[in-house]
């Protein structure tokens, strides 16, 4: 009975498989590569295929399922481990390439795994075959591999865009962990949770098994062994350090703990103060690695994979040969994640919060944007604590969302306790206020102004003109009628005078 109850489990892995792009984690920036190849595909000038490159286990097959599904169509899979030689390609995948989908009337991606699997000695007409059939291809095609150092992988790079994907950090893992277990009812310690998500190295089908087998195993704590597919971080940089010869150091770089290479050099930059005893020493090694970091952006820009090996010559025989001591006091334990990153997040946080808080605040307090994030965003931060930030948030009108990341910023929930207080006082402020002004009406402004003089027209220049030469002509008519009125009147006092004489 409990065999059978055992076989009807439904397995993590396919039970929390993402089903649209929202669900997956990590690899962010990948993920929108992807999208951006779907959705300008038969595009001018767009490619045909796109090549994603990573350690198994970390998502690549499982973004393009979940890409798929956002934009309708079906995904058809060939695997070219299985499927090696030339002849395998014709008989497989031309026809994939070539006709329509017989599953659905859905469109469908052309998914190619494991591409790094292709016969080499055996038949070299492999690649170039596959490179015929992406040129002629009537379908999106994607290829996956495993080793970017393989030569197949070398080879289509040349002709094909690179998605490099790197292992998600225990973090991502771990958050991922806690939301399957809180769904299924698992009850787990933080720390068996983390132990699972640092041994799974980075993949996740191998962290959701772990879990699974925690629910259905003893139910105590469970430490899963570690894992032997990469090497570890600390086996990693205790064998470049501690190498005693070129060849040791060469060794030690052989197998990267992951294919995150900025990843490998901003840890090797934390280390290398630690492990370089003199300033000569610590001079050359970060003029090393000032060389290798410029190796990884021309990697980056120009898709050379082919460069990587002098990275790896860098960081591993030259640093060795450097360094004069060939003992001391190994690695023990490694950060979670560099210094630079920690940094960077920090910064980011607080640039993110101050860029959401000035669009709400900056307004509402007469200043400029840019203002606020760079000067009063440190001194608004102070203030929001306790009852007086809840005054403040209640009186800016700040959401939930953005009073739970000043919270999450800070580190101080006390403002949360008086923050529903906080909104019902500014709320009968603001009533009261709006009652004042209602019994207090004021004068008709418009009707005032209308009735004023400030409306009527001004006298134009020619109306003057034409008022003072009218009122002259009327003053030259008013002084002849005066003249003519003495002269008529003049002859009747003469007269009268002549008669009294």
């Known amino acids: 009975m409990a065999s059978a ?12 498989a993402p089903k649209s792009k929202k669900d997956l984690i990590g690899n962010i920036a990948e993920i929108e590569k992807i999208d951006q190849f779907l959705k300008n595909w038969g595009k001018k000038g767009s490619p045909k295929a796109i090549l994603l490159v990573g350690p198994p286990g970390i998502g690549k097959t499982t973004s393009v399922y979940a890409l798929a599904n956002d934009h309708g169509v079906d995904v058809i899979e ?20 070539e006709y329509g989908n017989i599953f659905s009337d859905r469109g469908k991606i052309v998914l190619i795994d494991e591409v790094d699997g292709l016969s080499g000695q055996k038949d070299r007409g492999a690649v170039p075959t596959l490179k015929k059939l992406i040129k002629d291809t009537k379908y999106p095609i994607i290829l996956c591999a495993n080793d970017i150092e393989s030569d197949k992988v070398q080879q289509l790079a040349k002709d094909i865009p690179l998605v490099l994907f790197s292992r998600p950090d225990e973090f991502t893992i771990m958050e991922l962990l806690e939301n399957v277990a809180e769904k299924e009812g698992i009850e787990i310690s933080d720390d068996d949770l983390q132990i699972i998500a640092e041994s799974a190295a980075g993949d996740i089908r191998a962290a959701l098994n772990e879990l699974q087998s ?3 195993g003893t139910g105590s704590s469970y430490i899963p062994p570690s894992r032997n597919k990469m090497k570890s971080w600390v086996d990693f940089f205790n064998g470049i350090f501690f190498a005693r010869t070129v060849d040791e150091a060469v060794a030690a770089t052989s197998n990267s703990p992951t294919s995150d290479y900025q990843l490998i050099l901003n840890f090797m930059v934390d280390l290398t103060h630690r492990f370089c005893d003199t300033p000569d020493e610590r001079a050359k090694a970060y003029w090393l690695l000032a060389n290798a970091d410029l190796i990884l952006n021309r990697i980056y820009a120009t898709g050379d994979w082919g460069l ?24 023990k334990v490694l950060n979670k994640l560099p210094n630079a990153y920690f940094a960077r997040g920090r910064g980011s946080m607080v640039n993110k919060l101050a860029n959401e808080l000035a669009l709400v605040v900056a307004p509402k307090l007469h200043v400029g944007r840019n203002e606020f994030i760079h000067t009063e965003f440190h001194y608004f931060l102070k203030m929001m604590t306790g009852k007086m930030g809840a005054m403040i948030a209640a009186s800016l009108d700040l959401d939930d969302d953005l009073v739970d990341k000043i919270v999450k ?18 709320g009968k402020y603001r009533i009261q206020q709006g009652i004042k002004t209602e019994k207090k009406p004021k004068e008709d402004a418009i009707a005032h102004l209308l009735s004023s003089r400030i ?9 003057k003109k034409k008022k003072k030469k009218k009122s002259k002509a009327s003053s030259k008519q008013t002084e002849e009628a005066s003249d ?6 003049k002859p009747k006092d003469q007269a009268s005078l002549d008669d009294f004489f």
């Open 455 to 463: 409306f009527e027209e001004p006298p134009s220049k020619q109306s």
């Open 308 to 331: 990587l090996r002098y990275f790896f010559d860098i960081i591993g025989p030259e640093i060795r040969r450097i360094r004069k001591r060939t003992t001391g006091k190994r690695l």
């Open 5 to 16: 109850e055992t076989q009807m489990i439904e397995p993590f892995v396919t039970k929390y």
């Open 78 to 97: 060939f695997n070219a481990s299985d499927n090696r030689n030339k002849s395998d390609l014709l008989s497989f995948v031309q026809p994939l390439t």
């Open 484 to 489: 003519k009125n003495n002269q008529e009147q």
């Open 409 to 426: 910023y800070k580190k101080d929930d006390s403002m949360l306790k008086y923050l529903d207080e906080a909104r019902k006082e500014i």
């Open 214 to 216: 925690f629910k259905y």
